[in-house]
């Protein structure tokens, strides 16, 4: 064969090997969930809960829709996933333990689990935080949502309650606002108004600033009744 036909015979190899479709990457089906799952988490970051569809997932994946419909039977069931996934992730490196190891202050007790949800933001996008207090249109998710929420506010209520001397509705109520001081700080993290140490710095201040607050309060409510 002459050096000039092996040329056009490699560059009809290479030209066919260039337009042949990837081949899909063969995982096992525990590592390809935990795929679909992240691919569907950067998608909500990026675009909103909206873009979140199972053929966006499969083309970003590589793979059919009929793969992803293996692994999650609706598109609700996926978005809950992401959630459930991003709980987990914040669990592990805030862990339960954590308010038990962390002496007397709650203001360190909302520095340290800040700076947990931070490195889970970073780790798995900044779309699952925000999605978990939303009020969207499907009641499943919302409510999914609440629940993670809740059980994350869970391991503040005694810590609180101790510094704060509470009644469980008023440790309730002052859990919640102190997520909600959390959030405000992250959402201007997110969206780069604060530095990261900034937002860790000024959550820790108003967590104090509300229980100390709320303990004041208290004992001048009881004092007022002697």
């Not at 092996?6 to 337009?19: D, I, V």
């Not at 931070?118 to 996008?125: A, L, P």
Request: with cysteine.
């Amino acid at each position: 064969m002459s050096t000039r036909a092996k040329t056009e015979r490699a560059r009809r190899t290479t030209t066919r090997t260039r337009n042949r479709p990837a081949r899909r990457r063969r995982l096992a089906p525990a590592d390809r969930r935990r795929e679909l799952i992240r691919i569907a988490g950067d998608i909500l970051t990026r675009e909103g809960v909206d873009a979140v569809q199972f053929a966006r997932v499969a083309a970003e994946a590589g793979v059919t829709r009929p793969l992803v419909y293996k692994f999650f039977e609706s598109r609700q069931a996926l978005i809950i996933a992401v959630l459930e996934d991003f709980a987990a992730e914040l669990a592990e490196r805030f862990g339960r333990g954590a308010m038990q190891r962390i002496p007397g202050s709650n203001a360190e007790a909302a520095r340290i689990f800040v700076e947990a949800v931070c490195d889970t933001i970073e780790e798995r996008g900044a779309g699952p935080w925000h999605l978990l207090d939303a009020k969207g249109p499907d009641p499943a998710i919302a409510r999914r949502g609440q629940e993670i929420l809740d059980a994350i506010v869970e391991p503040w209520k005694e810590r609180i309650a101790e510094a704060a001397g509470t009644s469980p509705r008023e440790t309730a109520t002052l859990a919640r606002m102190i997520v909600a001081a959390g959030r405000a700080a992250l959402e201007l993290w997110c969206n780069g108004v604060l530095t990261r140490e900034e937002a860790v710095r000024d959550t820790a201040r108003g967590v104090g600033a509300l229980v100390e607050g709320f303990a004041a309060a208290r004992s001048r409510a009881a004092r007022a009744r002697r």
